[in-house]
């Protein structure tokens, strides 16, 4: 399985970005679908990650800020991150989850810069 994102870059505090992930097979595949970061020196976090059956788990550091969207038909999964801050410049990682047999997909990443 690849997983491709993109849409990360620069952005000011306070501005928005919306990355986007993209399977190479359908996402009805996976248990769970969604997004982990990690900042430099720090380990890699979840932020927002959505499970078959509708139930979401997010940070509570990005909640009301960031949402989690997915289109089927496109095998892609989305992240609109509004209201952004420094504290959330880090490295975006897509994640894709098979409960059974398990197994578990990153993407390679795309970074997020957010100047303040």
């Known amino acids: 399985v690849q997983l491709v994102e993109s849409g990360g870059g620069l952005v000011q505090a306070g501005g928005s970005l919306r990355l986007s992930c993209v399977a190479s097979?359908?996402?009805?595949?996976?248990?769970?679908m969604g997004w982990y970061r990690q900042a430099p020196g720090k380990q890699r976090e979840l932020v927002e990650l959505s499970i078959r059956g509708g139930m979401t788990k997010y940070a509570d550091s990005v909640k009301g800020r960031f949402a989690i969207s997915r289109d089927n038909a496109k095998n892609t999964v989305y992240l609109q991150m509004n209201v952004l801050k420094p504290e959330d410049t880090a490295v975006y990682y897509c994640?894709?989850?098979?409960?059974?047999?398990?197994?578990?997909?990153w993407g390679q990443g795309t970074q997020v810069t957010v100047s303040s």
């Open positions: 994640n894709a989850k098979v409960d059974w047999p398990a197994r578990e997909h």
């Open positions: 097979e359908s996402i009805f595949n996976f248990n769970a």
